[in-house]
């Protein structure tokens, strides 16, 4: 096996979220675009590909004593395919899987007004400046694309994996306690991602 580590962009539009959100004045809209971390391991035997990972995302904009939003998702997926260029130094390599994403959507609301000893002295104005946070839980599959140049000698590889995850059915959002809200906005997830990903063996120093 070896270890996988990339970084990269994705990109995800929840209309119906940002719709309603649109109602209520003192909410900034959420972002389209995240970055993201991954980590995982990858196994190539005989040109056939199999990985796992996981994968942290922030759209990295939210202030908290600003109105302003910030999308978070934590994903983890299993992806197989097949290395397409019979090469030494070169893979190309479609893939298909499954996986599962957890996403947080949080608003700020402006909060630079509010006095100290007003937050001290009365529980609620503690309530009313506390960000607001939906969830949202997918269970998704995966079509990818990964291209990688391997080195001349040993395991590590450099190259880009693209992808596209989609959920198999639009979610409600509910709230940060996890509650089913009734009337809550309902969003599909469509995610499209590239990532700059490196390999090497899982132990560290092995060649």
């Given amino acids: 096996p070896l270890m996988t580590r990339g970084a990269g962009v994705s990109f995800q539009q929840f209309k119906g979220l940002n719709n309603r959100i649109a109602g209520f004045p003192q909410y900034a809209a959420l972002h389209n675009q995240m970055w993201t971390l991954s980590l995982g391991s990858m ?47 070169v893979m ?12 947080h959507a949080i608003f700020y609301k402006d909060v630079n007004a509010v006095t100290f000893n007003d ?47 989609a959920g198999f059915k639009d979610k409600s959002w509910k ?9 809550a906005p309902t969003d599909g997830l469509k995610r499209f991602a590239v990532s700059l990903v490196l390999t090497g063996d899982m132990m560290m120093g092995k060649k």
């Avoid at 190309?92 to 996403?103: C, D, K, R, T």
């Avoid at 590590?156 to 995850?165: D, E, K, P, R």
């Fill in 43 to 89: 196994h190539v035997i005989k040109n056939f590909v199999s990985q796992l990972s996981v994968t942290a995302g922030s759209s990295l904009t939210g202030h908290p004593d600003e109105k302003s939003s910030t999308m978070r998702f934590l994903s983890g997926g299993f992806d197989m395919g097949y290395d397409v260029i019979p090469a030494d130094r």
């Fill in 92 to 103: 190309l390599y479609p893939l298909v899987g499954i996986g599962a994403e957890n996403y």
């Fill in 119 to 165: 937050v001290a002295n009365s529980p609620a104005v503690q309530n009313n400046i506390r960000s607001v946070k939906f969830i949202n839980t997918f269970f998704t599959y995966r079509l990818g694309l990964g291209m990688a140049f391997k080195e001349p000698k040993g395991n590590h590889t450099i190259g880009l994996q693209a992808g596209y995850t």
């Fill in 175 to 183: 709230s940060r306690e996890n509650q089913t809200l009734a009337g």
